[in-house]
DNA sequence: CCTACATTGTGATTGTGTTCACATTCACAT
DNA sequence: ATGTGAATGTGAACACAATCACAATGTAGG
């Protein structure tokens, strides 16, 4: 078994797939060919095929895809046949807004933990959980089954609890700040910056008029 | 002038660099090098020189480049040298979020309009501005000058949403549910799928094992 | 069993973005 | 005015991802 590199693009789109059958699985279909799913997740039917192709042969030829054994074999592929455990550091507003996103769960995350440096906020209940002091973060985090952790702090604070979560042995941080975080190379870091999101759009909005050539 | 294709990859790198070069600037600095500004980015100091590259030549040679007018010159190649006016559809969890994010206008971006249906929201004040009937949507984003429209409503009536912004000329759209819209090519949307960025980071920290060859 | 047809799986190709490496250019000291 | 050092700007090379196009392989029907 050899391994070849896989595209992390290829990681999203599974699990896009995976979302997508699951809803094509309720619906009452029972075999999908790459057309299909391709449709229904507006990429091309050859993205499909290759991105699949990477961890084996799923299909029948000529046939198409087992909806049920696919959504099974992805959701193995990008681990999330167990549930996966997430803590979220910081509830203003976004903390807020995550903890009662419930469509997580449905998806097999799960936010088990919650802190706040703020005593007033401590103890309370938001969504499924009790918010803990910031100040328990490391012994909370090391001690428990953590693979991800959501850092939705004001910036100024982010370096220094992410110096933290690393302490504790985080492997993955998803944080909301823009992403200053130098981070050893063992841990995973992904920024969402939104007001870059929102350059790029009114940039491409401006300029799109692309070479009409 | 041969306007040579721009990756949208630099776009969001050049508002970085527009945000660290402001703060250098704060910080009392003048002149600054690719090298600094990679640093500071953590990127490679070719790129950086490379993005600018495609808008002509601001540096200096065996110098650097001044900040005070680089970041000039940044701001009008991403049109931030205007204030971006914002709309805001669906006032959940993620909406109040938004609008109280004040980091949002010091950046340029002002959300100067929004919306919900839930007549027990409408008419109320958060952040700076009024809560507006999401009935009234398409006649005020056709008259008043909205770049960008961001759309956090439940995923079930995003595409419905949608539709009404299309008929009101909107530009661009930021949503915030798994992107199952299929916009014509005229409008720009962009989708912030945090599961999804979760099953890379899951995926990825069980595998970055990777390659000893 | 053989033919017609559908759809997969994949090597080859194209496209796009990143990185290298070096010639070019400027500031400054002598 | 000339040489030295520093940093830019960029064509070329590379790396990675998307797409094509077709051989391989299945089903179904006579």
Redesign the interface.
Known sequence: MI?K?VP?ET??R???YF?SLSCLLREGEEIVSSKTLAE?C?IKPATVRKDLSYFGEFGTRGVGYDAASLVNKIKK????DKQ?N?ALVGI???G???L??S??EL?G?KIVMAFDNNPSKIGDTVGNVIIEDAANIRERIESSGI??VILAVP?YATSKVAKVLQLAGA????SFS??GL?MPA???V?C?????????????????Y??KV
Chains 1, 2 share one sequence.
Do not use: W
């Open positions: 391994t590199r992390s990681i999203g599974l699990f896009r979302r229904v507006h592929i990008i681990k999330l996966i997430v203003g507003n976004i807020r807004a995550l009662k996103h469509a997580f998806e995350f693979h991800l910036d492997k993955s941080i998803l823009p992403c130098s063992d841990i995973q992904t969402i910056d939104l007001s870059v999101e929102m350059a790029r759009l009114v940039y491409n909005s401006c300029v799109d692309r070479e």
